[in-house]
């Protein structure tokens, strides 16, 4: 499932970089390159590959999945811009429309919030690992495939904001905003030391039966080395989106100081044309 949505996607962010361009209108090469080039091939690999081919086998395979699905995967989908893409391609038509209703609508507003963000991320594998949606992604191969879609769907929401003209901007004080995503690295721990440090099999002990080679001792410390993924992967992400945010912070700042700059230039301009106008009839009745 989740490969036959990437390939639509892939479809349709090729066409819209073509219509922009059949319009005169540029598109950072660089974006597409991450899109199609790396962020999608990841999520394909990600679903096929060993950590898709071992999940069921491997704990440690399928917390991989969750990770990279969740965590990795949506940050370079976020950098190619997909819906920022969308709002420029179709601006102006109906499909337009529709399209920026869905991106400027409330729930994706609040889906969105720096606010809400770390806990969204934090929420994702939590649920995943910790509830019975893991024995029953495990048993039923449509809840499988599901759960893959939506990790990648949810994850790639979760951090649209990280990229500007995707969602609407939300006003959020960037200090804040920062002090939230380091306060998130903290709680991101949490769920990997549980699951590093319990001692009862998750799962109703899947990997005990299942596993390969199976047994307690060896589930016991499959399920180990799933926390430490969860646990590294976790927190190695939240480094690099607490430096995005402390650089759009920086960015943000030095666009106020140009606005706060052309406000001044311009009240001197308007001060001294005032002194000018207000000088010429004394000049004009001096002697000669």
Do not use: C, K, N
Not at 198 to 220: E, I, Q, R
Request: charged share 15%; glycine share 10%; proline share 6%.
């Amino acid at each position: 499932m989740i490969t036959a949505v990437a390939l639509v996607a892939a479809a349709g962010y090729v066409l819209g970089v073509l219509r922009l361009r059949s319009e005169g209108r540029p598109w950072p090469w660089w974006r597409t390159a991450i899109f199609l080039g790396l962020a999608l091939p990841l999520v394909i690999l990600t679903v096929s590959w060993w950590p898709g081919a071992r999940a069921h086998q491997l704990f440690a395979a399928y917390m991989t999945q969750i990770v990279v699905l969740a965590f990795v995967a949506p940050a370079l989908l976020v950098l190619g811009a997909p819906v920022r893409l969308g709002r420029e391609a179709l601006d102006g038509t109906a499909a337009g429309h529709r399209w920026d209703a869905v991106f400027d609508s409330g729930l994706l507003r609040a889906s969105t919030h720096p606010l809400v963000t770390p806990l969204f991320m934090l929420a994702l594998p939590v649920v995943v690992v910790f509830t019975p949606l893991l024995l029953m992604s495990l048993q039923r191969p449509a809840v499988y495939a599901l759960v893959q879609l939506a990790l990648v769907v949810l994850g790639t929401i979760a951090v649209l904001g990280l990229v500007g003209r995707q969602v609407p901007d939300h006003g959020f004080p960037y200090a804040f905003a920062a002090f939230v995503a380091f306060f998130e690295l903290l709680l991101d721990a949490i769920p990997g030391g549980v699951l590093f440090f319990t001692t009862s099999l998750l799962a109703g002990g899947w990997y005990a039966v299942h596993g390969d080679p199976g047994g307690l001792d060896w589930a016991s410390s499959d399920q180990q080395a799933a926390g430490a993924i969860l646990w590294a992967v976790g927190e190695g992400i939240d480094v690099p989106f607490l430096l995005v945010i402390v650089v759009l912070w920086m960015r943000a700042d030095a666009e106020e100081a140009r606005r706060m700059d052309a406000l001044l230039d311009a009240q001197e301009a308007e001060r001294r044309a005032r002194e000018s106008t207000e000088r010429g009839p004394t000049s004009a009745t001096g002697p000669g």
